[in-house]
């Protein structure tokens, strides 16, 4: 199997829901190692729980996330401190990963 066809990250019938709101229902798809994903909706549409979920910082109502223990992932604050502001998002980032 080569690189280009490995599963790197999957969810299997991920649901999720808060008090009030189903968020997820049923939620199933797998990407592989060499795939990029961007992720776009309006305030509030559960971009970030999505990204918690997958990132197990935030446990599913029902369903399985899998992916492999070596993992790396950075979450970046939607609020950057007031020495980030005028920096790109990627230039925000690499200095995030760099003072690590």
């Not at 066809?5 to 709101?21: E, K, R």
């Not at 970046?76 to 200095?95: G, I, K, M, N």
Request: aromatic share 8%; charged share 20%; net charge negative.
């Amino acid at each position: 199997m080569s690189r280009k066809d490995q599963v790197f990250l999957s969810t299997n019938q991920l649901s999720y829901h808060n008090t009030t709101n189903l968020l997820f229902n049923d939620v199933s798809l797998s990407l592989n190692s060499t795939e990029k994903v961007g992720l776009v909706g309006f305030n509030g549409a559960g971009k970030s729980t999505l990204l918690q979920l997958l990132t197990k910082n935030l446990e599913p109502s029902s369903g399985l996330v899998t992916h492999p223990k070596s993992l790396r992932y950075y979450l970046v604050e939607q609020r950057f401190p007031e020495h980030l502001l005028s920096l790109t998002p990627e230039e925000a980032l690499l200095d995030i990963l760099e003072t690590e």
